[in-house]
């Protein structure tokens, strides 16, 4: 028999489309097969809900079965996942230390919850595991950013502070703190194998003033030689995305010159 689910449990699970409420309930929203196992496995479930073939595969979830037309109204997606499942939220992180091996990301007023989802999975594939972000930034478990990262918020945390005192810290302790713009140093050239905080701006303004002013190695992403680029900037994901590829490539080196 399929669990009764109240019209306000659906209205309950409906407003976790606002961060506010998502924190007052303490739980948010995954969706899809990958999604909810990669999930369930750092966020401990409230409720899982599932069609009957998804639950006898997976019965290790404990899922209770609903019909489709239940898994319609509960879902985001336009089209229906086979399981739909509520998790609680994590307590509060605390602050990496300042570690010189250590390599963050830190995004300054990122807006776009599918821009961060892709840096979050984008971070997870690259071997980094920490993000520090302004608390102005996109929440990163917004229902479009959790489906965005298909899983790697599992794996890759998401600390949401003033990132001034965070980047002073860090300046102080010498360790190098990178920003993209216009007229810096070819990325292609610059060498990242090392720790640091690479900063990425905001989607329309870019880095701020003030947090442009702690930035101690300016870089630029430039387009290959001979050609005249139309477009005006990178999306933000696309640029973090080919930062972490070329510290990538720099600890690949080094490992060729050490070996």
């Known amino acids: 028999m399929e669990p009764e689910i109240t019209r306000r449990q659906f209205k309950r699970y409906a407003s976790l489309d606002s961060v506010r409420h998502r924190r007052d309930e303490g739980i948010f929203v995954a969706e899809g097969t990958k999604c909810v196992l990669d999930l369930m496995r750092a966020f401990p479930p409230e409720a899982v809900y599932a069609d009957a073939a998804w639950a006898a595969d997976h019965p290790e979830a404990g899922a209770s079965v609903v019909s489709r037309a239940t898994l319609r109204e509960l879902t985001r997606l336009s089209a229906t996942p086979p399981v739909v499942a509520f998790l609680r939220l994590p307590g509060e992180h605390g602050l990496l230390p300042d570690d010189p091996s250590a390599f963050v990301i830190v995004l300054d007023r990122v807006q776009d919850p599918g821009n961060l989802g892709t840096i979050i999975r984008t971070a997870d594939w690259m071997g980094v595991d920490t993000i520090v972000a302004s608390p102005d930034t996109v929440d990163a478990f917004n229902p479009k950013t959790v489906q965005a990262t298909m899983g790697s918020l599992a794996r890759v945390r998401v600390i949401y502070t003033p990132l001034e005192p965070f980047l002073k810290a860090r300046r102080d302790a010498g ?13 292609y050239t610059t060498a990242m194998a090392g720790g640091g905080a690479v900063v990425m701006g905001n989607e329309g303004s870019g880095i701020s003033p003030q947090i442009e002013a702690l930035v101690t190695k300016r870089i630029t992403i430039p387009s290959p030689p001979g050609t005249e680029p139309s477009a005006e900037s990178l999306n933000v994901a696309v640029a973090t995305a080919l930062v972490l590829a070329r510290r990538a490539q720099c600890i690949f080196d080094n490992g060729k010159n050490q070996g």
């Open 175 to 187: 360790i190098t703190i990178y920003g993209t713009f216009l007229g810096g140093e070819n990325l």
